[in-house]
């Protein structure tokens, strides 16, 4: 119930704040609005106020909305509303009813973030954990309990910005500039290459591949939890197992055990485990799980987590970051340029096949997205909103056809050529559109049903 009332907000909202962009500019532009619709299909709830000539709706399939305006390409239009319709405004006003829904769903973000940064957005201190051996980060210098300070000169305080700007960095092939500091207080600098990544390393953690990881508490090979049907459970394990050796190597934490099982999918694996004071010995064969392409084990099992013992080093990694009200802007507006920016890379790479379509979500996604962010707290939903929010914005600024930004870059045309595009060419433009969009969606389904099987 909370997955599914965090997307309906989420999606409401979002398309609310849409279709008033659209709406507010073309009242301003005094253009009849007819209908305003948050979901598509039947009606289920119509509202009319009073000397209003707008039909407020709620429909059937929540997975959008749209503004109805007055014209002629439409229907019938009444001689005295005439002076009204869309189609006879100039066309510079039809550019600025079009544009601003997703000018809005980036307005929004700005918003968002601005009471994010104000209020204070919990993250994790960019302190480095260990750092694997043969990975660019072991190659750069970087060491275990570093803090990176900033990355290209941009200021990192929080292990979030830390994979944000990598991110960036890694789509452009570029290298990275850190600054560090030990806990002397230390300071030094490395450069991280990212021109060993592929575009397969951006379907799983670009940041495993790096060799970056946030430093936390040690956690010990001890069992917490076991999947049903799992390598683990099948095998015999149960919860409070202490795994002491695997194949003769001995365990001091659990990323020791996750290590050994990832490397051997599908082999036996002999370990010796503690219960209950009592030595054991048990034989257990790794699930294969597909990453990127590689082929790993799983066995289904979670660490023991002593959060009383464990409590204060974690609150001693977690850190706020907040602004005072003109810096808070400033950073929204910054975070939802690089968003956006990074958004449009990575769709840019996905259309020349440097990035796997397996980066693209669909509404399930999203839906588990909304979910998960909404438990972890109003600071994550609101952060997730911001984001959707974004993509949503810049998604229909693209010059597709049936898309806001297919429509601007139609009147675009019209407005350098001085006529409007012929409609045998509007015509051949919604088929392609429709073909795109249908493609897309598919893509996006398939990705998420997949994320749904194998997890």
């Given amino acids: 119930m909370t997955t599914l009332l965090a997307f309906?907000?989420?999606?409401?909202?979002?398309?609310?704040?849409?279709?008033?962009?659209?709406?507010?500019?073309?009242?301003?532009?005094?253009?009849?609005?007819?209908?305003?619709?948050?979901?598509?299909?039947?009606?289920?709830?119509?509202?009319?106020?009073?000397?209003?000539?707008?039909?407020?709706?709620?429909?059937?399939?929540?997975?959008?909305?749209?503004?109805?305006?007055?014209?002629?390409?439409?229907?019938?239009?009444?001689?005295?509303?005439?002076?009204?319709?869309?189609?006879?405004?100039?066309?510079?006003?039809?550019?600025?009813?079009?544009?601003?829904?997703?000018?809005?769903?980036?307005?929004?973000?700005v918003a968002l973030y601005f009471a994010l940064y104000s209020y204070g957005v919990p993250g994790i201190k960019p302190v480095l954990g260990e750092v694997a051996e043969n990975t660019p980060a072991a190659t750069a210098g970087l060491h275990q309990q570093e803090t990176i300070i900033s990355i290209n000169g941009q200021p990192v305080p929080s292990w979030q910005e830390v994979r944000w700007l990598l991110l960036?960095?890694?789509?452009?092939?570029?290298?990275?500039?850190?600054?560090?500091?030990?806990?002397?207080?230390?300071?030094?600098?490395?450069?991280?290459?990212?021109?060993?990544?592929?575009?397969?390393?951006?379907?799983?953690?670009?940041?495993?591949?790096?060799?970056?990881?946030?430093?936390?508490?040690?956690?010990?090979?001890?069992?917490?939890?076991?999947?049903?049907?799992?390598?683990?459970?099948?095998?015999?394990?149960?919860?409070?197992?202490?795994?002491?050796?695997?194949?003769?190597?001995?365990?001091?934490?659990?990323?020791?055990?996750?290590?050994?099982?990832?490397?051997?999918?599908?082999?036996?694996?002999?370990?010796?485990?503690?219960?209950?004071?009592?030595?054991?010995?048990?034989?257990?064969?790794?699930?294969?799980?597909?990453?990127?392409?590689?082929?790993?084990?799983?066995?289904?099992?979670?660490?023991?987590?002593?959060?009383?013992?464990n409590k204060a080093a974690f609150e001693k990694m977690m850190t706020e970051v907040s602004y005072p009200p003109v810096a808070a802007m400033r950073e929204a507006l910054r975070k939802t340029w690089e968003t956006a920016v990074v958004s449009l890379k990575m769709m840019g790479k996905m259309v020349v096949g440097e990035v796997s379509l397996k980066n693209l979500s669909g509404p399930i996604t999203i839906a588990d997205y909304a979910g998960q962010s909404a438990q972890n707290g109003l600071g994550a939903y609101i952060s997730f909103l911001a984001l959707i929010s974004i993509s949503l914005g810049i998604l229909n600024l693209l010059p597709v056809p049936l898309l806001d930004g297919g429509h601007l870059l139609y009147y675009a045309v019209e407005f350098l050529k001085g006529s409007p595009v012929p409609d045998g060419l509007w015509e051949a433009g919604q088929k392609v559109g429709i073909a795109l969009l249908v493609t897309m969606m598919a893509f996006a389904l398939y990705n998420d049903i997949s994320r749904l099987i194998l997890g």
């Fill in 8 to 109: 309906i907000v989420a999606i409401a909202v979002l398309v609310v704040f849409h279709e008033l962009g659209h709406y507010f500019v073309a009242r301003l532009c005094d253009v009849k609005v007819i209908r305003f619709s948050v979901g598509f299909g039947k009606v289920l709830y119509s509202k009319r106020f009073a000397n209003g000539e707008t039909d407020w709706v709620i429909s059937a399939i929540p997975l959008g909305g749209y503004v109805k305006m007055l014209d002629e390409n439409e229907g019938e239009v009444p001689p005295n509303e005439l002076r009204r319709a869309f189609n006879r405004k100039p066309v510079l006003q039809r550019m600025a009813i079009v544009v601003a829904g997703p000018l809005a769903n980036l307005a929004l973000a």
């Fill in 168 to 309: 960036d960095l890694v789509l452009q092939q570029k290298a990275a500039n850190l600054e560090t500091s030990n806990a002397l207080g230390e300071k030094s600098f490395h450069q991280l290459q990212m021109n060993g990544l592929t575009a397969g390393d951006l379907d799983g953690d670009f940041m495993h591949k790096l060799g970056l990881h946030p430093y936390l508490p040690p956690v010990y090979p001890i069992i917490g939890k076991l999947s049903d049907g799992g390598a683990a459970q099948r095998a015999g394990m149960q919860v409070n197992d202490r795994v002491l050796r695997a194949n003769g190597q001995e365990l001091a934490l659990w990323e020791d055990w996750v290590n050994i099982v990832r490397s051997h999918p599908g082999k036996v694996l002999d370990i010796e485990i503690e219960r209950a004071g009592a030595l054991m010995k048990l034989s257990v064969t790794p699930d294969v799980l597909d990453e990127a392409g590689k082929k790993i084990g799983r066995v289904g099992a979670e660490a023991f987590i002593d959060k009383a013992a």
